[in-house]
Nanobody, 120 residues
Framework: QVLLVESGGGLVQPGGSLRLSCVPSGSIFSINDMGWYRQAPGKQRELVATITRAGNTIYASSVKGRFTISRDYAKNTVYLQMSSLKPEDTAVYFC??????????????WGQGTQVTVSS
């Protein structure tokens, strides 16, 4: 079984920074696209940023220029560096990855979510 383990959420003041991390664990053959999504109270889950296996990135327009997604291929880890945070960035952030387990085919996995709160 594959699990995505997230860390790095918390409370930060407006204008501050946080870095989220996500690492898959389990019996993994390969990892393809990875990304971050978020869900604010009363709203649908939305894409924040994704990064392909080749390193190509996509950002939501609301975070472009403030957030940076990156991968450490040796550690199978994806990061989301968040800067110039705004109160509207407050949400539960979910890691997402397309993983091929050692025994099985590609499948989409989600982390349990980590809370990010931007408030003074």
């Amino acid at each position: 079984q594959v699990l995505l383990v997230e860390s790095g959420g918390g409370l930060v003041q407006p204008g501050g920074s946080l870095r989220l991390s996500c690492v898959p664990s389990g019996s993994i053959f390969s990892i393809n696209d990875m990304g971050w999504y978020r869900q604010a109270p009363g709203k649908q889950r939305e894409l924040v940023a994704t990064i392909t296996r080749a390193g190509n990135t996509i950002y939501a327009s609301s975070v472009k220029g403030r957030f940076t997604i990156s991968r450490d291929y040796a550690k199978n880890t994806v990061y989301l560096q968040m800067s110039s945070l705004k109160p509207e960035d407050t949400a539960v952030y979910f890691c997402n990855a397309v993983v091929r387990p050692t025994f099985g085919s590609n499948r989409n996995y989600w982390g349990q979510g980590t809370q990010v709160t931007v408030s003074s």
